[in-house]
């Protein structure tokens, strides 16, 4: 039998995200999000007063997170009037018709909620966009849908007030979406790699 010779040894060491902290980072997400519910109805109340409503449609439920640029907005604006959540009647196909197609009506309202993280059992909201920046912003963003559909078809909750939400959803049909990452969140997500 043969000795085999040995090599020095030596020991590499890399150094690691510890596994949790890698965890969140996979997790968080940096984008515009909406839950879009087909509705056959929906109406905002603020103080016992009905202040907005659409027939057949969309209510939008937006999320607006910290990061949240121009490009976001376009696409969460792109996405929900091209959704084909709507069946066309005359050749039976369940999922064929958007919002404008059908001349319906989209109800936006601004959710903050949606970027809650909960800590225990309290919630955080460090993530959403601040109310000061926020406003601004979800009103530009109630515009570009204007800008890219019917005006009058398109409404909207009274930002920061306590808002009652009737609906009445058509399916139910809800579906979640989030704004593609743009540029600046791939190259945090490099840099972080």
């Known amino acids: 039998m043969s000795a085999i010779p040995l090599l020095p040894s030596f020991v590499l060491r890399i150094s690691t995200p510890k596994r949790t902290q890698l965890h969140h ?4 997400i940096k984008a515009m999000r909406a839950v879009v519910q087909r ?3 929906a109406s905002i109340e603020v103080d016992g007063r009905i202040v907005s409503e659409i027939g057949p449609g969309l209510l939008v439920l937006v999320g607006l997170h910290e990061s949240d640029t121009d490009s976001d907005a376009d696409f969460i604006c792109r996405k929900v009037l091209n959704m084909r959540l709507f069946p066309n009647e ?4 369940g999922w064929d018709f ?9 109800l936006l309202v601004s959710q903050f909620t949606l970027y809650g993280i909960l800590k225990g059992n309290k919630p955080d909201f460090h ?8 406003r601004p912003f979800y009103d530009s963003l109630v515009e570009k849908f204007r800008k890219s559909y019917n005006p009058d078809a398109i409404k909207d909750g009274v930002f920061g007030a306590m808002m009652k939400v009737n609906l009445v959803n058509d399916g139910p049909v809800t579906m979640q979406l989030d704004s593609a990452p743009s540029s600046k969140n791939t190259n945090e997500a490099i840099g972080e790699s």
């Open 25 to 28: 980072q996979k997790l968080e």
């Open 39 to 41: 509705v056959t109805s």
């Open 90 to 93: 005359n050749t039976g196909k």
């Open 98 to 106: 958007n919002v404008m197609q059908k001349n319906y009506g989209v």
């Open 127 to 134: 993530v959403a966009m601040p109310p000061q920046k926020a």
